[in-house]
């Protein structure tokens, strides 16, 4: 499989770096630059042929890769005509007859560490024509979002909308796979804009399709965001968050540990989160941890709820949390419920499930999606339900003193800690892990 960089861009927003010297995929992290790490990271993936499509100061690109033999890989260029810009897809014209089978698309400033071969595996899977990386982020509401439904791309949204609406936490990180089929839809020699151009005609008409993953991907596009993705190089978050490596995860409950517990949460609007809950998402976030919550819904098997109201509820949840830098990796609910004979109620999701706490199916298949080693997590509720699920799987459980604060009394088993709430929880992890 080939992939194509582009690395043409003039990088107006990080000039103050690059002093319009270098271009930006040439910045360093660690002393290696961007586009470096780009081509190793594409290597352990077994792609070997790369077409990087240069621009504004190209020369010093190809000056310092040559044709990628000192990287073990094929590297051919494509160069843009400074007076004659392509967008961001408008090269993919000229390159049609190298680019015969799926192929990787990803934008020279973005720093990522991914397993592509997952990605790869999800695209086939789904016999997509285009497979687009997305991931939650700690500033959705001024990033390009995906709307999707089991996984199919139906619309974008836009950062330029005035978003006073819910949403998910589903961030366009840059990084796409491809079938021929895209270049079906660049029929002349122009400027193309990827996504407006290009995928939003596909919607609808070809299969498209977010794969989703909590992988390192950050723009590099502001000085602020460059200095962060150097700190977390140096403190080895980046490759840590790579899919081909086990991942750890701190897994929360949702009510009474996250927001105000209210009995049968119905409505979007009775939910508020617990004062700190951002704050301490903010930093698992920060950490080596996925923040991954395991709820126990039973208001869709009771009737009460229908799974799309359930779904506006999260993303009112997303939206909060995203409003303060915060973000899920995972969320993950149980809708069924074991007693009968209620009105209304669900007959079909009346039953004994694998994966209604304290049973531990939501755990296996987090750790499934997300290549987890569960003995090295944590839980953290706010009752002996999750203290049990917990003890199930044989990692620790730790009750916050909200919500019911173990008082439901449901299973007789005792903490491996207690804590204040969620803050107060996850610092105390933190500092576990720092001995």
Same mark, same amino acid.
């Given at each position: 499989?080939?992939?194509?960089?582009?690395?043409?861009?003039?990088?107006?927003?990080?000039?103050?770096?690059?002093?319009?010297?270098?271009?930006?995929?040439?910045?360093?992290?660690? #002393?290696?630059?961007?586009?470096?790490?780009?081509?190793?990271?594409? &290597? /352990? +993936?077994?792609?070997?042929?790369?077409?990087?499509?240069?621009?504004?100061?190209?020369?010093?690109?190809?000056?310092?890769?040559?044709?990628?033999?000192?990287?073990?890989?094929?590297?051919?260029?494509?160069?843009? !005509?400074?007076?004659?810009?392509?967008?961001? @897809?408008?090269?993919?014209?000229?390159? &049609? *007859?190298?680019?015969?089978?799926?192929?990787?698309?990803?934008?020279?400033?973005?720093?990522?560490?991914?397993?592509? /071969?997952?990605?790869? %595996?999800?695209?086939? %899977? !789904?016999?997509?024509? @285009?497979?687009?990386?997305?991931?939650?982020?700690?500033?959705?509401?001024?990033?390009?979002?995906?709307?999707?439904?089991?996984?199919?791309?139906?619309?974008?949204?836009?950062?330029?909308?005035?978003?006073?609406?819910?949403?998910? !936490?589903?961030?366009? +990180?840059?990084?796409?796979?491809?079938?021929?089929?895209?270049?079906?839809? =660049?029929? /002349?020699?122009?400027?193309?804009?990827?996504?407006?151009?290009?995928?939003?005609?596909?919607?609808?008409?070809?299969?498209?399709? %977010?794969?989703?993953?909590?992988?390192?991907?950050?723009?590099?596009?502001?000085?602020?965001?460059?200095?962060?993705?150097?700190?977390?190089?140096?403190?080895? =978050?980046?490759?840590?968050?790579?899919?081909?490596?086990?991942?750890?995860?701190?897994?929360?409950?949702?009510?009474?540990?996250?927001?105000?517990?209210?009995?049968?949460?119905?409505?979007?609007?009775?939910?508020?989160?617990?004062?700190?809950? @951002?704050?301490?998402?903010?930093?698992?976030?920060?950490?080596?941890?996925?923040?991954?919550?395991?709820? !126990?819904?039973?208001?869709? @098997?009771?009737?009460?709820?229908?799974? *799309?109201?359930?779904?506006?509820?999260?993303?009112?949840?997303?939206?909060?949390? #995203?409003?303060?830098?915060?973000?899920?990796?995972?969320?993950?609910?149980?809708?069924?419920?074991?007693?009968?004979?209620?009105? #209304?109620?669900?007959?079909?999701?009346?039953?004994?499930?694998?994966?209604?706490?304290?049973?531990?199916?939501?755990?296996?298949?987090?750790?499934?999606?997300?290549?987890?080693?569960?003995?090295? +997590?944590?839980?953290?509720?706010?009752?002996?339900?999750?203290?049990?699920?917990?003890?199930?799987?044989?990692?620790?459980?730790?009750?916050?003193?909200?919500?019911?604060?173990?008082?439901?009394?449901?299973?007789?088993?005792?903490?491996?800690?207690?804590?204040?709430?969620?803050?107060?929880?996850?610092?105390?992890?933190? /500092?576990?892990? &720092?001995?």
């Amino acid at each position: 499989m080939k992939a194509v960089i582009m690395a043409g861009g003039k990088g107006t927003r990080i000039s103050t770096i690059t002093n319009d010297e270098i271009p930006k995929p040439m910045l360093t992290v660690a #002393g290696i630059p961007i586009l470096e790490h780009q081509i190793n990271c594409l &290597k /352990k +993936s077994g792609i070997n042929e790369i077409i990087i499509v240069i621009g504004h100061l190209g020369d010093k690109i190809k000056d310092y890769f040559g044709d990628g033999a000192k990287w073990q890989v094929k590297i051919t260029y494509f160069a843009e !005509n400074p007076e004659q810009l392509l967008g961001t @897809a408008g090269s993919l014209y000229y390159l &049609k *007859e190298e680019l015969t089978d799926d192929f990787i698309l990803i934008f020279g400033d973005v720093f990522l560490s991914v397993d592509f /071969k997952r990605m790869i %595996a999800f695209h086939r %899977a !789904n016999k997509a024509d @285009a497979t687009l990386l997305t991931h939650p982020n700690s500033h959705p509401f001024d990033s390009d979002l995906i709307i999707t439904k089991d996984n199919r791309v139906e619309a974008f949204d836009s950062k330029e909308n005035v978003r006073n609406y819910d949403y998910s !936490n589903m961030v366009n +990180s840059g990084i796409y796979l491809f079938s021929p089929k895209i270049l079906d839809y =660049i029929t /002349k020699p122009q400027k193309y804009n990827l996504e407006k151009d290009i995928i939003k005609a596909m919607l609808g008409v070809d299969r498209v399709f %977010a794969y989703h993953s909590t992988e390192y991907v950050k723009d590099m596009g502001t000085p602020e965001r460059y200095q962060s993705v150097n700190d977390d190089y140096a403190n080895g =978050i980046c490759e840590k968050r790579n899919l081909a490596n086990k991942q750890k995860a701190i897994f929360l409950d949702r009510d009474g540990t996250i927001n105000e517990h209210k009995s049968f949460l119905v409505h979007k609007e009775d939910l508020a989160l617990i004062p700190g809950v @951002a704050e301490a998402i903010k930093l698992i976030n920060a950490s080596e941890y996925l923040c991954i919550v395991i709820t !126990n819904q039973p208001i869709i @098997a009771r009737g009460e709820s229908t799974v *799309e109201n359930l779904n506006n509820i999260h993303r009112h949840l997303e939206t909060l949390l #995203g409003n303060e830098g915060a973000y899920l990796d995972g969320l993950y609910y149980c809708p069924h419920h074991p007693d009968k004979g209620f009105e #209304g109620e669900v007959p079909e999701l009346k039953i004994a499930c694998s994966c209604r706490k304290p049973q531990t199916g939501l755990l296996t298949q987090a750790a499934a999606d997300f290549n987890l080693d569960i003995a090295q +997590s944590f839980v953290i509720g706010d009752s002996t339900c999750d203290i049990q699920m917990a003890h199930n799987v044989g990692i620790p459980g730790i009750l916050v003193q909200t919500g019911e604060a173990g008082r439901d009394g449901k299973y007789d088993v005792s903490p491996d800690e207690g804590a204040e709430d969620l803050l107060d929880a996850v610092q105390k992890i933190l /500092k576990r892990k &720092k001995r």
